[in-house]
């Protein structure tokens, strides 16, 4: 594995079902009722978030915590961020504490990698503009793979060497400004999975064709074969910039309500990466119903970025 | 013959430059008095007084001073980036006699006194002629037009006019504009871009701008613009220039123009003769410039303009930045690169080594039809007897690396950093002056 994780284009096939199957171990000692592993003491990783995300940060502050690393949270609004300090400065503070680990959340996409140009630990990127948010695509994967028995340990994971081969994953939504639908394309492809876009054609971005997957504009038509169905959230402010006529449009033509749901395979199941506009891109009795793994998602994350760190750390020697 | 004070290189002191090769050609001398060259021929240095000051050139290849239509010189208002000074000594460095310093300064020059201020400081720099163009419009603002007569008819004799960094949008004024410089023969030099079109955008709009989640620039809004002023200037009859023209679609709406033979003229720049926007992969805002780098059918189409005349000439585009304006995320980052010190260097690596253009050729794209286009009267002679002595000699023979540490531009943003390129500037002279001697001012 790399030392940073920046792009899920980066992991390997290898990797990535490493990263998972270690999820699943670690997501064992969470159902426990001390769930705190010393892997990381003494390590310290810092939370570096320029975008308001709090279910990302606590996501991966619990992450660090079971694994006893410090943890400082660094908010870029009231501090010398806010005055004006550049990303670059902030990196070589961040260096000069001794950060093991940087998380970084930032609205500007390839944040991440100018950051790995500047500090000595690991730089996990946790979104970065409409780039990538690849531990997103990792916890999606870890879903996705518990949901349809495919976990290490259980008897699919021996003949799926762990993938997600076969399986029909269908992401709906505003793919253009998408950071978890990059992530997903590129992880999902690497895991085996056939993955189908949909999406209003300005919504997509103009050399999608290149991309390894399927691209429709018709949901009803998509929704039979999917076996995993993930819901983006839609911005409203993408009406005023005429991606679309307007909210009930974007909803009547994109938006998974029961009727639609009744169109899925048996099996299916709902994803939706939060948070969610119920009534707009998902409907609240589809997002409630036990096709849906919301919440298991978010679960799942913590044990996913669990799984980062140690990897990532874990590791490593100490450093002088 | 003047021999006389030669041997402080004083102005009008006398050269004679032994063996060079003009445009390429069969080794000559070149014999420099008064500011003009006084002969040109294989034994023509015995014609030269004895005070003469002897450069020897042999395999050297002697060019008509190159003149830039395209740079930022940054003064007044960011003379962190650069200065008239030290963006005139890296035009020289570069092989450069002349330079339009484009008007996007603080404050912009929009009145005859901003322009001829920054004419006058070219003047006293003295390491090439510094020909500033005006804005369009007052503030760069797009609203109202700047005085154009004052400053064509003010000491800097301006008749290249330009919103360059802005398009002129409005196609009213843009019409008002083109119209309005007949009267002196300017030449209105256009930024091609529908602001519309590209609001926010940050990379070529194609597969890797999709991949990095970077806003796009299409190559549509450079496009629509172009063909909408080509059509405006057919109308009202009047000159426009297209400024670093980057996409295929725009070569081919220049060339059905000039078929009609309206009064359309186009540069490129060095960078988009060669560099594609997969460099941006690495999000390294080095490579963040305006138009964008694009894709490799459009550098080939770009050259073979280049090469068959539709594009008229190159333009560097110089645009310094200080360190803290690339030093940043991608979205924040200034467009721009350095380019006056590798443009010959570059053209020669994309244009000659490719077997694109021969010397005379683009002695031609880089110093005959600038000069045309700018009115520079004085530039883009040819290397014969009687003409201005404004000459660079360049070694076509060296490789090196390129190093921004190096140049004598005050900002170090070049793409073509760690690059190896062919070539070396060796001398210039301007007006029958070395400027640049054994690749050092003089």
Redesign the interface.
């Given at each position: 594995m790399n030392r940073h994780l920046i792009s899920s284009a980066d992991l390997t096939r290898a990797d990535a079902v490493r990263i998972l199957d270690t999820a699943d171990e670690l997501a064992r000692i969470s159902d426990r009722p001390i769930k705190k592993l010393p892997t990381l003491r003494g390590r310290t990783v810092v939370n570096l978030f320029y975008e308001d995300s709090t279910r990302t940060r606590i996501s991966f502050e619990a992450a660090a915590k079971r694994l006893s690393a410090d943890v400082i949270n660094f908010s870029a609004k009231g501090s010398s961020v806010a005055k004006g300090e550049?990303?670059?400065d902030t990196a070589l503070t961040l260096e000069a504490m001794g950060a093991d680990a940087v998380v970084i959340r930032?609205?500007?996409?390839?944040?991440p990698?100018?950051l790995a140009e500047w500090v000595r630990g690991s730089v996990l990127n946790a979104g970065?503009?409409?780039?990538?948010h690849p531990t997103q695509a990792l916890l999606d994967a870890f879903t996705i793979r518990r949901r349809f028995g495919r976990d290490s340990g259980s008897a699919a994971a021996a003949e799926s060497g762990g993938g997600l081969d076969g399986l029909r994953v269908t992401i709906v939504g505003d793919i253009l400004?998408s950071?978890v639908a990059?992530s997903n394309v590129w992880l999902l492809h690497t895991l085996g999975a056939d993955v189908t876009l949909v999406a209003p054609p300005t919504l997509l971005?103009?050399?999608?064709g290149?991309?390894p997957c399927s691209v429709s504009y018709d949901l009803d038509a998509a929704l039979p074969k999917s076996d995993v169905v993930m819901m983006l959230r839609v911005q409203r402010e993408r009406m005023s910039a005429a991606y679309f006529p307007s909210v009930r449009e974007y909803s009547r033509r994109y938006g998974l309500d029961a009727a639609r749901v009744a169109q899925l395979p048996e099996r299916a199941i709902v994803m939706h990466p939060g948070p969610m506009n119920r009534g707009v891109e998902i409907a609240a009795g589809v997002a409630d119903s036990p096709r849906s793994t919301v919440v298991e998602q978010v679960a799942n994350g913590v044990s996913v970025r669990m799984a980062v760190l140690y990897l990532l750390l874990g590791g490593a020697e100490e450093r002088a | 013959m003047n021999g006389q004070g030669s041997a402080t290189g004083a102005p009008g002191s006398a050269w004679v430059i032994r063996g060079a090769q003009p445009l390429g050609g069969p080794a000559t001398d070149i014999v420099i008095a008064d500011g003009c060259i006084a002969a040109m021929g294989p034994h023509a240095a015995a014609d030269a007084g004895p005070g003469a000051q002897v450069l020897e050139a042999a395999g050297l290849i002697a060019l008509p001073g190159l003149v830039d239509l395209h740079a930022h010189l940054r003064e007044p208002g960011r003379e962190d980036a650069e200065t008239v000074e030290t963006g005139s000594s890296a035009a020289a460095l570069g092989g450069f006699t002349a330079v339009h310093a484009m008007a996007n300064t603080d404050p912009v020059a929009d009145t005859a006194g901003v322009v001829e201020q920054i004419w006058r400081l070219g003047w006293q720099a003295g390491h090439c002629d510094v020909q500033p163009v005006g804005a369009v419009t007052l503030g760069l603002a797009g609203q109202q037009l700047a005085e154009l007569g004052a400053m064509a008819d003010s000491q800097a004799r301006v008749r290249v006019f330009s919103d360059d960094g802005r398009c002129v949008a409005d196609p009213v004024l843009m019409r008002r504009a083109l119209e309005y410089v007949k009267a002196f023969d300017g030449i209105i030099a256009q930024h091609a871009q529908e602001p519309r079109l590209t609001q926010g955008a940050q990379m070529h709009e194609g597969e890797v701008s999709g991949r990095l989640g970077l806003t796009g620039w299409p190559a549509v809004a450079e496009e629509a613009i172009i063909a909408r002023d080509c059509l405006l200037a057919a109308h009202v009859g009047s000159a426009l220039h297209i400024c670093h023209v980057s996409s295929a679609g725009s070569v081919e709406i220049i060339r059905w123009a000039k078929s009609k033979g309206w009064r359309v003229t186009a540069e490129v720049t060095p960078h988009h003769l060669m560099l594609t926007d997969e460099l941006v992969v690495g999000y390294d805002p080095v490579y963040k410039v305006n138009p964008p780098l694009r894709t490799r059918d459009d550098v080939a189409a770009l050259r073979a303009a280049l090469a068959d005349g539709t594009i008229d000439c190159v333009a560097t585009d110089h645009a310094p930045h200080p360190v803290e304006a690339k030093e940043s995320e991608w979205d924040e980052a200034a467009f721009g690169m350095t380019g006056l010190e590798t443009a010959l260097r570059v053209t020669h690596a994309a244009m000659v080594e490719t077997g694109l253009l021969d010397w005379p050729a683009l002695a031609d794209r880089m110093s005959a039809r600038p000069a045309a286009i700018g009115r520079m009267v004085g530039h883009g002679h040819p290397l014969t007897a009687g003409s201005p002595a404004n000459l660079v000699l360049y070694d076509p023979s060296v490789r090196e690396v390129v190093d921004p540490a190096s140049h004598a531009s005050r900002s170090a943003n070049s793409p073509f950093a760690g690059m190896v390129l062919p070539g070396r500037v060796v001398s210039t002279f301007l007006r029958g002056r070395p400027t640049v001697l054994d690749g050092k001012l003089a």
């Open positions: 550049s990303l670059k930032h609205s500007a996409s390839g944040a990698h100018r970065d503009g409409s780039h990538e400004h950071r990059r971005p103009l050399a999608v290149t991309w | -």
